[in-house]
Antibody, heavy 117, light 110 residues
Framework: EVQLVESGGGLVQPGGSLRLSCAAS????????MTWVRQAPGKGLEWVAN????????YYVESVKGRFTISRDNANNSLYLQMSSLRADDTAVYYC??????????WGRGTLVTVSS | QSALTQPPSASGSPGQSVTISCTGT?????????VSWYQQHPGTAPKLMIY???KRPSGVPDRFSGSKSGNTASLTVSGLQAEDEADYYC??????????FGTGTKVTVL
């Protein structure tokens, strides 16, 4: 059974940093693109970043470029999102997802990031 | 990259059909056959319902169908059931490993 479990969310001050993790199990992790998607409270979904199976290519939505870094550890079946220079509008539930068919086939339950002083 | 445009709401009675549109541009919806649709119930993670415009993952009822014409994709839910009441989002590939979601549609079963 495919499982994705996010962790690392919490309350952080504006300008601060946070690292999210996603533990994957039930599939061959190093065969798949992985993705972070976020959802601000009461708002819609927003794609944040993708990373290729080997970790060598990464892609970001414009609003997080230069502030967020997606990475992965294929030996430990883990996906990460390092977030810095956080702003109030980064407040959201952050989901990790497995990409298949250029769609997001499996999702975790999400972790809440709140940026507030 | 601007969000794809969906109607804020749609509704239908049990047993009826509802169709949700998702309008983009030739750089996303119109340029690729990689439109997917997601169902999200309150407080839960999204669930993939349709991929590659009109394909259903295993376990998704055939009441859900997708199509595309030009820059607009559509999701149709036939034979509406109470459990279909949810938010629905489209997603399109937009080239260079980027993608964009729609604004979301709240479906109400009357």
């Amino acid at each position: 059974e495919v499982q994705l479990v996010e962790s690392g969310g919490g309350l952080v001050q504006p300008g601060g940093s946070l690292r999210l993790s996603c533990a994957a199990s039930g599939f061959r992790f190093n065969n798949y693109f992985m993705t972070w998607v976020r959802q601000a409270p009461g708002k819609g979904l927003e794609w944040v970043a993708n990373i290729k199976p080997d970790g060598n290519e990464k892609y970001y939505v414009e609003s997080v470029k230069g502030r967020f870094t997606i990475s992965r550890d294929n030996a430990n079946n883990s996906l990460y999102l390092q977030m810095s220079s956080l702003r109030a509008d980064d407040t959201a539930v952050y989901y990790c997802a497995r990409r298949q068919w250029l769609a997001f086939e499996y999702w975790g339950r999400g972790t809440l990031v709140t940026v507030s002083s | 990259q601007s969000a794809l445009t969906q109607p804020p709401s749609a509704s239908g009675s049990p047993g009826q059909s509802v169709t949700i549109s998702c309008t983009g541009t030739s750089s996303d919806v119109g340029g690729y056959n990689y439109v997917s649709w997601y169902q999200q119930h309150p407080g839960t993670a999204p669930k993939l319902m349709i991929y590659e415009v009109n394909k259903r993952p295993s376990g998704v009822p055939d009441r859900f169908s997708g199509s595309k014409s030009g820059n607009t994709a559509s999701l149709t839910v036939s034979g509406l059931q109470a459990e279909d009441e949810a938010d629905y989002y489209c997603l399109s590939y937009a080239g260079s490993n980027n993608c964009v979601f729609g604004t979301g549609t709240k479906v109400t079963v009357l």
